[in-house]
């Protein structure tokens, strides 16, 4: 994973973003690991599987000498951080970036993917090292399009955006983003704090591969559409926004199919879970 400035509304802003390579469709072919083996979900103490002590070790001593200029801990919107600042929820805004209509069935079925594939991650800090949410409750607060008319139903009970980025890309009022907003000060949202979001969802049309962060995530909207049980290269993308990095260049030793290595799962694995419990227990107390 880089550390990436980027120009956010004028803003600069120090961002976690995913590796370029995870925007190629070809990455993302041929992830054939389906089956996931049973193993421990709940953990309250630092206990990985032998075999996983070495390889994540390996993998914090990577993030640590190459996030940050080597400064891992004093970058401060890790998924973590994001989630704490807003009390243990977390707020999507969907940016369709689309021309196509998008149904509120659809709307719905979107809402409802993001909450349950969000726990294939959070689920598993649940009880563990100080982390202090049983359950992450996951809102769609907004959408943003080009065009309202795309938004095809009722839209009550959602913001809707026409704001555009400096590409002209549909995006959610970045007076409510928490990436403009890292100081948790939501004052300038026409809404407030309670309508302000924490994370994007950024759906494009025609996209093959995806972009995480602590932004967001960025993937297929036909894709999405179509792998709403299981988002694989969604599951990939959000686990950028929990901090976690690529691979393309190197393996950790003894694995070979796990979700951050882009194309060799399907599945969040349990040494994916492992990299997301050694990064908070870094991370908690900092
Ligand atoms: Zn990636």
Redesign the pocket.
């Known amino acids: 994973m880089k550390l990436t400035a980027v120009i956010l509304a004028g803003l600069t802003n120090l961002a976690v973003a995913?590796?370029h390579r995870?925007l190629s469709g070809d990455v993302w072919a041929s992830s054939l690991t389906k089956r996931q083996t049973s193993w421990a979900k709940r953990q309250t103490t630092w206990n990985p599987p032998s075999n996983l002590v070495k390889p994540l070790q390996e993998v914090w001593d990577h993030e640590s000498s190459t996030y940050n200029n080597g400064n891992l801990l004093g970058f401060k919107n890790y998924g973590y951080d994001i989630i704490k600042a807003s009390g243990g929820k977390l707020n999507f805004c969907v940016r369709w970036d689309s021309s196509a209509t998008v149904t509120e069935a659809q709307r719905t079925a979107i809402a409802s993917s993001l909450q349950k594939n969000v726990k294939k991650w959070t689920d598993n800090l649940t009880g563990f090292m100080g982390w202090p949410y049983d359950n992450i409750p996951v809102n769609v607060v907004g959408w943003a399009a080009k065009n309202t008319n795309l938004l095809q139903g009722s839209t009550s009970g959602i913001d809707v955006y026409t704001t555009t980025d400096s590409e002209g890309v549909a995006e959610c009022d970045p007076r409510c983003g928490r990436i403009f907003h890292q100081d948790n000060n939501y004052g300038s949202c026409p809404g407030g704090a309670d309508r302000h979001y924490d994370v994007s969802l950024w759906l494009t049309a025609g996209m093959d591969g995806g972009a995480?962060g602590d932004w967001g995530q960025r993937v297929g909207s036909e894709y999405f559409l179509s792998a709403l049980d299981n988002p694989h290269i969604w599951l990939?993308?959000f686990g950028?926004t929990m901090g976690l990095d690529?691979f393309y260049d190197w393996t950790p030793t003894g694995q070979t199919n796990f979700i951050m290595l882009?194309g060799s799962s399907q599945v969040v694995t349990e040494f994916d879970i492992w990299m997301m419990r050694d990064f908070w227990r870094h991370v908690a107390n900092r």
């Open positions: 995913s590796d995870d995480g990939h993308e950028h690529d882009a």
